[in-house]
């Protein structure tokens, strides 16, 4: 168990729907990035955020958006959904943000499948 | 820009064989390198880094050698089990000072008793 806690661990909806992921880092640690693991696209890097501020983007799309909240969980919004966003979704956290040292953490992810 | 490269799976072997999973990467500078394992169904979990040449990570049996003058972060294991039986990832954290992690397609590990 990493600490990193994600919920809800699957979700199933519909083209066109939006739908919130929510991620509660491990205690103590203040960045959380977001990741997409599909199968055709592999994993990649959407967002991290570092104590409540955006601090890198990735391949993240228009229609989704992320936000750190005061008590450091985080939620990942996709909204006008596509077939193609069925993926598994991974959270993430560390202690700081960026360094060589710094090791990330993942939960146990959610499984989208959008129909 | 920054990129790693894994050996195409899947990888079948027989429980006590040798395992070797390539990894090699392109990337600005020199950055830390990580292996990943994700087990069925679960999340990922760090396996070993390294961060800087020369140096060696090493956890449950497994090894990498940063090589620098290969950009090259092989994963070994001198006799695999079957409870090794996982896609196996291969990263770097890319440049910028981001955070961001850069995978690999993963390489699935199927050992068989």
């Known amino acids: 168990d990493s600490g990193v806690t994600q919920t809800p661990k699957h979700l199933i909806t519909a083209t066109g729907q939006r739908v919130t992921l929510r991620c509660s880092p491990r205690?103590?640690?203040?960045?959380v990035y977001w990741y997409q693991q599909s199968l055709d696209q592999g994993l990649q890097f959407l967002i991290h955020?570092?104590?409540?501020?955006?601090?890198a983007k990735g391949n993240i799309l228009e229609r989704f958006s992320a936000q750190q909240f005061p008590d450091l969980h985080s939620e990942l919004n996709l909204s006008s959904l596509e077939l193609g966003d069925s993926a598994l979704y991974f959270c993430?956290?560390?202690?700081?943000?960026?360094?060589?040292?710094?090791?990330?953490?993942f939960g146990p992810g959610t499984r989208l499948t959008v129909l | 820009g920054d990129s790693v490269t894994q050996m195409e799976g899947p990888v079948t072997l027989s429980e006590e064989a040798f395992l070797t999973i390539n990894c090699t990467y392109t990337?600005?500078?020199?950055?830390?390198l990580f292996w990943y394992v994700q087990y069925p169904g679960e999340g990922l979990q760090l396996l070993l880094k390294?961060?800087?040449?020369?140096d060696k990570g090493s956890n449950k049996g497994f090894e990498a050698t940063y090589r620098k003058e290969t950009t090259s972060f092989h994963l070994e294991k001198g006799s695999v089990q079957v409870s090794d039986s996982a896609v196996y990832f291969c990263?770097?954290?890319?440049?910028?000072?981001?955070?961001?992690?850069?995978f690999g397609q993963g390489t699935t590990l199927q050992v068989k008793p």
């Open positions: 955020y570092y104590n409540g501020e955006e601090r």
């Open positions: 205690s103590g640690d203040l960045s």
């Open positions: 390294a961060t800087k040449a020369d």
């Open positions: 993430a956290s560390s202690v700081v943000s960026g360094g060589a040292y710094n090791e990330q953490f």
């Open positions: 990337a600005t500078g020199y950055p830390s």
């Open positions: 990263a770097l954290y890319g440049s910028g000072n981001t955070g961001k992690l850069i």
